[in-house]
């Protein structure tokens, strides 16, 4: 599991995210792991090292290059797909790793047959959890209630229950409870 390879690419990703000129790429990489590490204590290293490349050089491509609206940011995010499975790839290539084994990292990057693949729905649960975590609050604040609580409700949609269960344990302000609360018993 921890062979000096996956060391080697786990660092080469590191030092690829750590490249962001706004500083945040390379903690969420390493946050995302530890979440997936947390719902799978035994996950694969294909798993494990698409956690850390998900976003890998996400800066890159800044949303703004793409049109304003749903059909520009779907746009927007299967590029970015595309863009960290080859750049993944390319990272894997160099430290000596086989093709069956670059070609299941990059369809969990892709999200290739999600839910029906268990990493993949661990993947989902890891990134769910870190939105909760990290980006949540800030989203809110920018973010009307409305499309807020539309945001969480396809969030929660995506994951499993033991997902769900972790995220009502999270600690979060007053607003962020109240908007979950809302998403959850929208008739309340």
Known sequence: MNSSRFQEAIGRIDAANGEDPRGIELAYSQRLSEWVERIEPQASDEL???ARAQHICRWVIPRETY??????YLKWREDLKQF????TGEILRGVGYDEATISRVQDLIRKRNFPRVPEGRVLEDALCLVFLETQFAETAAKTGDEKMIGILQKAWRKMTPEAQQIALTMPMTTECR????KALHPSS
Request: proline residues 6%; charged residues 30%.
């Open 48 to 50: 494990r090292l698409a």
């Open 178 to 181: 109240a908007l979950v609360e």
């Open 67 to 72: 049109p304003a609206g749903r059909v520009g």
């Open 84 to 87: 960290h499975s080859r750049k």
